[in-house]
Nanobody, 127 residues
Framework: QVQLVESGGGSVQAGGSLRLSCTFS????????MAWFRQTSGTEREWLASIEPVGDSTYYADSVKGRFTISLDSAKNTLILQMNSLEPEDTAMYYCAATRKTWPGFVPWAEMDFAYWGQGTQVTVSS
């Protein structure tokens, strides 16, 4: 059984940083992708970043490129999102996600591409 558990959310002032973690179990990331999404009330989930852990390839949405960094601590089975230069517009519930399978040349970024999800962690950025 695959489980993803996010942590590290909280409240921070604009310009500050937060480090989100997603500890996973029962999941084999070899051949798969993991990602971070966020969602605000009344909106669809927004893709932020994906990582192909074995090849260490990373992909970012324009809205977070240069401010957020996705990485994987394989020793701890933990997906990380380092968030710097936070803005009030970054306020949202943040989710980690993982694919069930992928194929060569396919980079997942749509919500429907991911089969496994965590429960979310809230990030609030005040001005």
């Amino acid at each position: 059984q695959v489980q993803l558990v996010e942590s590290g959310g909280g409240s921070v002032q604009a310009g500050g940083s937060l480090r989100l973690s997603c500890t996973f179990s029962g999941y084999t990331y070899d051949g798969n992708y993991m990602a971070w999404f966020r969602q605000t009330s009344g909106t669809e989930r927004e893709w932020l970043a994906s990582i192909e852990p074995v090849g260490d390839s990373t992909y970012y949405a324009d809205s977070v490129k240069g401010r957020f960094t996705i990485s994987l601590d394989s020793a701890k089975n933990t997906l990380i999102l380092q968030m710097n230069s936070l803005e009030p517009e970054d306020t949202a519930m943040y989710y980690c996600a993982a694919t069930r399978k992928t194929w060569p040349g396919f980079v997942p970024w749509a919500e429907m591409d991911f089969a496994y999800w965590g429960q979310g962690t809230q990030v609030t950025v005040s001005s």
